[in-house]
């Protein structure tokens, strides 16, 4: 493992922002940071930084407390996004670039190749100001890991993309953990987390609900979702054995919360009853099924 939070705690004065949070994160994988507004997140990426103090606890990187280790591993795409307005696109990441002690000839390979990749050729030039919501983020994400760090914090990332941008940032994110970057990021959207991550944790006000492989969470829960396409009527479906809920969608699609996976054989069978079946699909629950259900819902 190469980063690991031990029964870190944040408290200011009686409230408590992180309470005894407990995870670990291995060289170069994705790790997703989970929660609600308020739940704790930026305060944990704080702390990892050394920008903030933890209360108790304590957080290392590569069995180092992370205080003692030197910045520039460090890459961070604050929730407050902000460049300076008056600085060229270019500029600016040479500036970050050097700001970490980068050649200059190696800043351009590198601005050249993330200014194609994200779309921006066009607005090398232009005053950072002048930029939409979405390219000023794209300009402050390149300067988060211009200087290659190691490890890669993302707040928030995907907030205000548009899905085109949101797709070459997961491109990018995935490029960069291929590179061996090891990559720790915040997101409200649980699509992107389920398609990124190999590992999440799940914070509720300041606690850890879930810490572990995407998978294994998914188990808690079994394969509970049936998806089928039928000409059965809600009232026939929800008699079906082991049914314990029944949502009809569009075009005679219905979802089913079964008790337990184990009853879909015998809903197949009444449902095709030896004949053909346009849908039957047993799934695991999505994770934003599991978080409202977990986070959402004030069921734990
Ligand atoms: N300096 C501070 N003094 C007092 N309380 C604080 C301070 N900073 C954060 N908090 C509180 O700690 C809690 C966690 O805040 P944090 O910003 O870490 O949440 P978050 O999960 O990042 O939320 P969001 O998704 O809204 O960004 C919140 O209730 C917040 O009000």
Redesign the pocket.
């Known amino acids: 493992m190469v980063l690991q939070l031990k029964d870190v705690t944040?408290r200011?004065?009686d409230?408590v922002?992180?309470d005894r949070l407990n995870f670990t994160i291995e060289k170069g994988e994705i790790f997703g940071l989970i929660?609600?507004?308020?739940?704790?997140?930026?305060?944990?990426?704080?702390m990892i930084l050394d920008l903030q103090d933890t209360t108790e606890g304590l957080i290392t990187w590569d069995g180092q407390p992370i205080k003692s280790v030197d910045r520039d591993i460090l890459g961070y795409l604050p929730?407050e996004r902000g460049i300076f307005p008056q600085m060229k696109v270019e500029e600016q990441l040479y500036f970050f670039g050097e700001l970490h002690g980068m050649d200059k000839a190696v800043i351009k390979k590198d601005i050249d190749f993330w200014i194609q990749r994200f779309d921006l050729e066009e607005k090398r030039n232009v005053k950072a100001e002048t930029l939409s919501k979405g390219n000023k983020q794209k300009v402050q994400l390149i300067a988060s890991f211009i200087h290659k760090p190691k490890f890669l914090i993302l707040?928030?990332p995907f907030s205000g993309l548009d899905p085109v941008n949101m797709e070459l940032l997961k491109d990018a994110i995935l490029y960069l953990r291929d590179q061996g970057m090891t990559i720790l990021f915040?997101s409200?959207q649980m699509d992107n987390v389920e398609e990124l991550c190999d590992h999440l944790c799940l914070?509720k006000?300041?606690e850890s609900l879930f810490s572990g492989s995407l998978l294994d969470l998914k188990k808690q829960y079994g394969k509970t979702k049936l998806t089928v396409r039928t000409d059965k009527s809600f009232e026939e479906l929800s008699k079906f054995p082991g049914v314990v809920h029944v949502k009809m969608e569009r075009d005679s699609q219905a979802v089913l919360t079964l008790e337990d996976e184990s009853y879909a054989p015998a809903i197949f069978d009444l449902l095709s009853n030896g004949g053909y079946m346009e849908k039957f699909s047993l799934d695991y629950l999505s994770l934003h099924e599991i978080f409202k259900e977990k986070v959402g819902a004030g069921l734990v």
């Open positions: 944040k200011y004065r409230f922002a992180v929660g609600q507004n308020g739940a704790g997140k930026t305060t944990t990426f704080r929730e707040d928030e915040s409200h914070l006000r300041g």
